[in-house]
């Protein structure tokens, strides 16, 4: 794993951008996968503003995201697929029907789930996954003891992801119990991973990630066992 120390949340998300930007002016038509909560904000607030400024054009590639809340619309404030559009693609020439968020209101999730994976074979692929990491170790929404082999399924939150999650809610008891995430296995998929950490609550995570052994509790591990990760980290996620 390849580690890129920075200062501060903004100079992550400033090198984050930048990073995505240089991948999606060398591959054009890329596929790429994307990650909510708060870590990637202002990654998307950055690349919106290069777009204005430069022109960088999203029109030919496709999007993936890890993950979305069981019952929740698309345009549930709280969902997944409104944080998407809200934070980037309003807000650049992305075409939105390439842009492909987990259905949380479908009568059948488990056929969902299935579609979801087939969806990502069909196109060959991630090329580039951004993630950011729960405290537990958690990456999308698969909860430590998740197994590496899973594939994109339904999952039970953790009371820790969803006190964690509960500040977008009016209150705790407003978080959907369970979600639909890409699995450790499609993650791992992925031809390239880029994986944010940012700030003090973050540090255990961090520290365990590097530190640690690779084992199904800390889902995150299994990404020392990808060929190809990248990690943006801040100086209080790393500890110094
Ligand atoms: C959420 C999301 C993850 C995200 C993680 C950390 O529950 N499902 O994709 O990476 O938890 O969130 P944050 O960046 O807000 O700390």
Do not use: W
Not at 62 to 91: A, C, I
Not at 192 to 200: A, P, Q
């Amino acid at each position: 794993m390849n580690i890129i120390k920075v200062n501060d949340y903004q100079e992550m998300s400033e090198k984050a951008s930048q990073y995505i930007i240089d991948k999606v002016k060398a591959n054009p038509k890329m596929v790429l996968g994307l990650a909510t909560g708060g870590t990637p904000e202002g990654t998307y607030k950055r690349l919106i503003e290069d777009h204005n400024q430069n022109g960088t054009s999203y029109d030919g590639i496709e999007t993936f995201n890890l993950d979305e809340y069981v019952g929740l619309s698309g345009d549930h404030p709280q969902s997944y697929r409104h944080y998407m559009n809200e934070r980037f693609f309003n807000h650049i020439d992305i075409n939105k029907e390439n842009t492909y968020v987990p259905r949380g209101n479908t009568v059948d999730a488990e056929a969902e789930c299935e579609a979801y994976e087939a969806l990502m074979a069909s196109v060959g692929g991630i090329d580039l996954q951004i993630l950011g990491i729960g405290g537990n170790g958690h990456i999308g929404f698969n909860e430590p003891g998740t197994s590496f082999q899973s594939p994109t399924h339904i999952v039970d939150l953790a009371q820790s992801t969803k006190e964690a999650n509960a500040r977008y809610f009016a209150n705790i008891d407003e978080v959907p119990n369970q979600a639909i995430t890409m699995g450790i296995a499609s993650i791992m998929k992925s031809r390239e991973i880029l994986l944010l950490i940012s700030g003090e609550s973050k540090h255990e995570a961090y520290k365990q990630l590097i530190e640690g052994e690779i084992k199904e509790n800390f889902p995150a591990s299994i990404l020392r066992n990808h060929p190809y990760v990248t990690i943006i980290a801040d100086k209080a996620a790393i500890g110094e």
